[in-house]
Nanobody, 114 residues
Framework: VQLQASGGGLVQAGGSLRLSCAAS????????MGWYRQAPGKQRELVAV???????NYADSVKGRFTISRDNAKDTLYLQMNNLKSEDTAVYYC?????????WGQGTQVTVSS
């Protein structure tokens, strides 16, 4: 399984970005997918998760601003980020968990200027 994240960039505070994560392989539709982020000097943290058929879950810091979604027909995971804040600056990673195995994408940089 390979995960390719894209969509990061530089945006002003209050702006929006949409991240995408394209997955190869045939296990996407049954997998739990998630977005994580890691800011400089900090540990990687969960941003949002979406199971194959369950409810989404978000970190408190992004609730009401970020929306995770998936398109199983396209094997693609998304993260719509609105009202971005400087503290959202980080490298964002997509994650896939299936059959007890975990896969990570290469990360995409999101920088929010205040």
């Amino acid at each position: 399984v390979q995960l390719q994240a894209s969509g990061g960039g530089l945006v002003q505070a209050g702006g929006s970005l949409r991240l995408s994560c394209a997955a190869s392989g045939s296990i996407f539709s049954m997998a739990v997918m998630g977005w994580y982020r890691q800011a400089p000097g900090k540990q990687r943290e969960l941003v949002a998760v979406i199971p194959s058929g369950g409810r989404t879950n978000y970190a408190d810091s992004v609730k009401g601003r970020f929306t995770i979604s998936r398109d199983n027909a396209k094997d693609t995971l998304y993260l719509q980020m609105n009202n971005l804040k400087s503290e959202d600056t980080a490298v964002y990673y997509c994650n896939l968990v299936n059959f007890g195995r975990t896969y990570w994408g290469q990360g995409t940089q999101v920088t929010v200027s205040s």
